[in-house]
């Protein structure tokens, strides 16, 4: 895929093992949370969301790991395959409506090794 | 599963020409948005848009942008005199009234020469 313009943090992980990627995110006042993968070309997709009354949040494979003293957000993406390649954002919705524009973060590149 | 489809993919227009770029919705949603990413950067908000007005603009979306719902399918992003800043990807998105996730589409490549 393109890589020119900001350098995304990229981790590196072999194929079955889990990934975890980490977020900070800036926002006291965010409630609600979401994870997007985005794949070359494509728009992003929606993977997990969260919202601020929880710390976990567990999906098919994926969990979501909210910490609001240090404003900490993570992905696990447990068995990672193939597939999992892609961009993943981590997104906070700061408004006072759940329709509120979302903020995204800078993004964590994950690459799979066979 | 319901998408929210975008047209053109790509476009390449020249430095000063006006583009529209076009968005179908989800048929129930009823909150719009277009997003932006220029090359290898994060997604930046430009705006939303509910019962036919702009809810909320970022600083991005100056007077150069206008968003229309022309009709109940339609959402559009009009920019009036393209820069070469302006090359990007362009996402709408949109969200229903009880859906706390967006769904985006696919995006359109907006090349300015």
């Known amino acids: 895929g393109e890589s020119v313009g900001l350098h995304l943090p990229t981790l590196s992980v072999q194929e079955g093992d889990n990934s975890i990627i980490n977020c900070a995110y800036s926002?006291?006042?965010?409630?609600?949370f979401i994870w997007y993968k985005q794949e070359s070309g494509k728009g992003p997709q929606f993977i997990i969301d969260?919202?601020?009354?929880?710390d976990k949040r567990q999906g098919q494979r994926v969990t979501v790991l909210l910490n609001k003293t240090v404003k900490h957000l993570s992905l696990q993406i447990a068995a990672t395959q193939p597939g999992d390649s892609a961009v993943y954002f981590c997104?906070?919705?700061?408004?006072?409506?759940?329709?509120?524009?979302?903020?995204f973060g800078s993004g964590t590149r994950l690459s799979i090794r066979p | 599963e319901p998408e929210v489809t975008q047209t053109p993919s790509h476009q390449v227009t020249q430095m000063g020409q006006e583009v529209i770029l076009r968005c179908v919705p989800i048929?129930?949603?009823?909150?719009f948005y277009w997003y932006r990413q220029i090359l290898g950067q994060k997604v930046e908000f430009l705006v939303s848009f509910y019962n036919n007005e702009i809810s909320e603009k970022s600083e991005i979306f100056d007077d150069q942008f206008s968003v229309e719902r022309p009709d109940g399918s339609n959402f559009t992003l009009k920019i009036r005199s393209t820069k070469l800043e302006d090359s990007a990807m362009y996402f709408c998105?949109?969200?229903?009234?009880?859906?706390?996730?967006?769904?985006f589409g696919s995006g359109t490549r907006l090349t300015v020469v």
């Open positions: 048929s129930n949603h009823l909150y």
């Open positions: 926002n006291s006042a965010s409630d609600y």
């Open positions: 997104a906070e919705n700061p408004g006072y409506s759940s329709a509120s524009k979302i903020i």
């Open positions: 969260i919202r601020s009354n929880m």
């Open positions: 998105a949109s969200i229903g009234q009880d859906n706390y996730g967006y769904t």
